[in-house]
């Protein structure tokens, strides 16, 4: 899978990018991730990205022409790409989101900057808008890498374990449930019994009442999205119960 990434600021992915399995995932080709430089498709010997707003306003606004010019030469080199927008005000960015873009073989990332981008670049560039939460940040560089991560952890081959990505956190809209590992008893923390016993069918049931568990106390909004079966309902009702 291809990222391109329109950047103002290509340095602030060196090191995420050359870390943990982001790395891994280069390396073995199941990924590529090109940074292109915005100012490099600015004109003037200054190389300018910004300007004033017109009628006036704080901060400045990110030209539309090296953007355009950018994205110009991006899609040249070939087959058309959904090009996505990192902004305050895109749709939120969720597990299901990133499964669907996982599905695509390139993506193309335009990370804002600035007060904001010139209202062309949405109007006439931009296929979709994302973003991954309610606050503002100085610029789309973060939210990408959150986009590449979640991303690419979906793309085969990238997890060494097929079976992590669907049993993690909000992969069935529901939160993943306590895990642990050695030792068995430490300072009296001891981990529950029944994940020593072996027995593989109670361990499963034991992990699925603790998701729930966990979901209701935590995100109880979830628990509308989430597919559960009549077991899973009987379930969460005695949790509520319980208080």
Same mark, same amino acid.
């Given at each position: 899978?291809?990222?391109?990434?329109?950047?103002?600021?290509?340095?602030?992915?060196?090191?995420?990018?050359?870390?943990?399995?982001?790395?891994?995932?280069?390396?073995?080709?199941?990924?590529?991730?090109?940074?292109?430089?915005?100012?490099?498709?600015?004109?003037?010997?200054?190389?300018?990205?910004?300007?004033?707003?017109?009628?006036?306003?704080?901060?400045?606004?990110?030209?539309?022409?090296?953007?355009?010019?950018?994205?110009?030469?991006?899609?040249?080199?070939?087959?058309?790409?959904?090009?996505?927008?990192?902004?305050?005000?895109?749709?939120?960015?969720?597990?299901?989101?990133?499964?669907?873009?996982?599905?695509?073989?390139?993506?193309?990332?335009?990370?804002?900057?600035?007060? /904001?981008?010139?209202?062309?670049?949405?109007?006439?560039?931009?296929?979709?808008?994302?973003?991954?939460?309610?606050?503002?940040?100085?610029?789309?560089?973060?939210?990408?890498?959150?986009?590449?991560?979640?991303?690419?952890?979906?793309?085969?081959?990238?997890?060494?374990?097929?079976?992590?990505?669907?049993?993690?956190?909000?992969?069935?809209?529901?939160?993943?449930?306590?895990?642990?590992?050695?030792?068995?008893?430490?300072?009296?923390?001891?981990?529950?019994?029944?994940?020593?016993? /072996?027995?593989?069918?109670?361990?499963?049931?034991?992990?699925?009442?603790?998701?729930?568990?966990?979901?209701?106390?935590?995100?109880?909004?979830?628990?509308?999205?989430?597919?559960?079966?009549?077991?899973?309902?009987?379930?969460?009702?005695?949790?509520?119960?319980?208080?």
């Amino acid at each position: 899978m291809i990222f391109d990434i329109l950047t103002l600021f290509p340095e602030m992915f060196q090191s995420p990018l050359d870390s943990s399995l982001l790395k891994k995932a280069r390396e073995k080709g199941l990924i590529q991730v090109r940074l292109h430089n915005i100012r490099d498709y600015a004109r003037g010997r200054h190389k300018v990205t910004d300007d004033y707003p017109y009628g006036g306003g704080a901060g400045m606004v990110m030209k539309v022409e090296p953007v355009a010019e950018a994205l110009d030469a991006l899609l040249r080199e070939g087959d058309r790409a959904p090009v996505l927008l990192l902004t305050p005000q895109g749709e939120p960015f969720s597990q299901g989101l990133a499964a669907e873009l996982a599905g695509r073989p390139r993506l193309i990332l335009v990370c804002g900057h600035y007060e /904001g981008v010139d209202e062309r670049i949405r109007e006439h560039l931009i296929d979709r808008e994302i973003s991954i939460g309610d606050y503002v940040l100085t610029g789309g560089e973060i939210p990408a890498l959150v986009v590449v991560d979640a991303v690419s952890r979906l793309v085969p081959g990238v997890l060494g374990n097929v079976a992590s990505a669907s049993s993690e956190s909000h992969a069935e809209h529901l939160l993943e449930g306590p895990q642990y590992t050695r030792p068995a008893d430490y300072r009296g923390w001891k981990v529950p019994d029944v994940l020593l016993t /072996g027995n593989h069918r109670n361990i499963e049931n034991w992990r699925r009442r603790e998701s729930l568990r966990r979901t209701l106390r935590k995100r109880p909004d979830l628990l509308g999205k989430a597919a559960l079966s009549d077991d899973d309902r009987r379930i969460v009702e005695d949790l509520k119960k319980e208080g």
